[in-house]
């Protein structure tokens, strides 16, 4: 079992930057993949990014080139470095981890999920 705890979320101007880190618990951190969706107001939740324990990435095409993600497998924690902020990535982002080595854009494919961090980008 893994719990997931995010932070790093806030209020920031448009062109501004903001990293996010999801801390995880359990023994095997470095056996998951991990990644990152978001939910906006009104809107389905997406895909962000993800990163396998490989360090193979893959990103949304919206935020290929600003954002970057990244682990630290010593600390338990993966990253979402957010740079060029716009008022559309307003959401609320969530760390999600499996088991699957093989990294998706599908929700299910992520069997543990975090309460989620505020994002807020204003114009």
């Known amino acids: 079992q893994v719990q997931l705890v995010e932070s790093g979320g806030g209020l920031v101007q448009a062109g501004g930057s903001l990293r996010l880190s999801c801390a995880a618990s359990?023994?095997?951190?470095?056996?998951?993949?991990m990644g990152w969706f978001r939910q906006a107001p009104g809107k389905e939740r997406e895909f962000v990014a993800a990163?396998?324990?490989?360090?193979?990435?893959l990103y949304t095409d919206s935020v290929r080139g600003l954002f970057t993600i990244s682990r630290d497998d010593v600390k338990n924690t993966v990253y979402l470095q957010m740079n060029s902020l716009k008022p559309e990535d307003t959401a609320v982002y969530y760390c999600?981890?499996?088991?699957?080595?093989?990294?998706?854009?599908?929700?299910?494919?992520?069997?543990?999920w975090g309460q989620g961090t505020q994002v807020t980008v204003s114009s």
């Open positions: 359990g023994p095997t951190f470095n056996s998951y993949s």
């Open positions: 990163i396998n324990w490989g360090g193979r990435t």
């Open positions: 999600v981890a499996t088991t699957k080595s093989i990294i998706t854009y599908r929700m299910s494919d992520y069997n543990y």
